[in-house]
């Protein structure tokens, strides 16, 4: 009898566990848009709403940068805060929204999404569910334009959230609508009623629910997976994490002068490194004149690599004996007038994140300067903890 309540309160407590650890975490979702004249916002606005209907789950509606600074946009449109293609990785899922132009995407978005490619490298959108909606003039082109914009999500390797037919049972049937098995659109020139419609806007409240259902089941199934029910801390395997993530380390680079490539004391590794990669600078110069955003980050995602090379040297070859990392400190070669030096930074705190898990959250320094050694566009100074 004793053994017998023993084991129905453990199951019990294992029970609670495993609610109270699901149910605590929220899951985020971004709703992002280009938008001019305000159709695709009013889309979004009804993509947001379907997302927050489901329990336990927040929207955020942020907007991509226009190329042209001096574009007019809609004054509701102009207030939603501006994102970055680095944040991506911070949500649960996401919702693309863009006007069609010529059946493709807008070049703003297009524009936004030929930055991601430290975050195609590093597999950080892989397994995000995502969704596409779009506003369109005269419907000509809305289906094209969603699978074009389905490639760029599945070289990403998210999981893409198709509409079907959901919401047609309350088709308003009398008037043209932008629905589409792809995702929702609006008619937006048509001349007939309102646009949105209150059918397309229904469509889309039904597929902002079909992404926070599967974005919150993904959640709570990572969450369930990573539940500890012992009080041992689970160890996270360095080296498979980087199989896992196609992440190869470099030779680490030797000095070329009187110093060491890293030194210890106390327990804390301090390194310095440069974007070198095979022996030469990776995209040299200066930032803002002669390197572009993209190239930096690209030097700046090389240069952590070196910096997590030298350290697994330092960790004999064991980087598992990585406790924390500390702080890291970019200087970065630019121009006077330049200022997205925090941006170009992501890259490196993005891979360490992904490599160490919550090991890799440090604090962070990013400094412009006049020049660089050998004319490297980026140095990265870090200082790590281990056993």
């Known amino acids: ?3 017998q309540l023993l084991v129905l309160l453990t199951a019990v407590l294992l029970s609670f566990g ?3 650890q699901v149910k605590s975490s929220e899951t985020n979702v971004l709703v992002l848009i280009y938008s001019q004249n305000g159709g695709t916002y009013k ?20 907007r991509v940068p226009s190329i042209n600074a001096k574009e007019k946009l ?7 805060p501006v994102a970055t293609i680095e944040e991506l990785a911070n949500y649960d899922g996401i919702a693309f929204g863009s006007p069609v132009h010529f059946a493709n995407i807008s070049a703003d978005m297009n524009y936004f ?19 596409v909606f779009m506003s369109a003039g005269s419907g000509a082109g809305k289906e094209a334009a969603i699978l074009s914009f389905w490639n760029i999500l599945a070289s990403h390797g998210m999981i893409i959230i198709p509409t079907g037919i959901m919401g047609t049972a309350t088709l308003d049937k009398t008037v043209p609508q932008g629905n589409t098995p792809f995702g929702a659109t609006s008619l937006a020139g048509s001349p007939v009623g309102t646009r949105p419609s209150p059918s397309e806007l229904n469509l889309a409240k ?4 079909a992404l926070a259902r599967a974005a919150s089941g993904l959640k709570n199934t990572e969450n369930i997976k990573t539940l500890k029910t012992t009080s041992t801390e689970t160890k996270i395997d360095i080296n498979k994490t980087l199989k896992d993530n196609n992440i190869v380390l470099p030779e680490a680079p030797k000095p070329v002068g009187n110093y060491v490539p890293f030194t210890i004391s106390d327990h804390k590794v301090y390194i310095n490194q440069v974007a070198l990669k095979e022996g030469k600078i990776l995209n040299p110069g200066k930032v803002g004149a002669t390197v572009t955003d993209d190239q930096a980050k690209e030097a700046t995602y090389q240069t952590m690599l070196n910096v997590i090379a030298v350290l697994k040297e330092a960790c004999g070859g064991d980087l598992n004996k990585v406790k924390q990392c500390v702080q890291l400190t970019g200087y970065f070669n630019t121009t006077p007038e330049y200022t997205q030096h925090a941006a170009l930074m992501n890259s490196a705190s993005n891979l360490t994140a992904l490599v160490f898990g919550e090991k890799g959250k440090h604090a962070r320094a990013t400094i412009g300067a006049a ?5 490297s566009a980026v140095e990265i100074q870090a200082i790590f903890e281990i056993e």
């Open 43 to 62: 889309m979004a606005k009804a993509i947001a709403e379907g997302i927050q209907e489901y329990p336990n789950t927040k929207a955020t509606i942020k």
């Open 18 to 20: 495993v609610n109270a």
């Open 371 to 375: 020049s660089l050694p050998i004319n």
């Open 1 to 3: 009898m004793k053994k």
């Open 206 to 209: 039904e597929q902002g629910k």
């Open 74 to 80: 809609n004054a509701d449109v102009e207030k939603l």
């Open 113 to 131: 999404f030929s930055q991601s490619i430290p975050l195609w490298t590093s597999r950080t959108l892989e397994g995000k569910p995502a969704t």
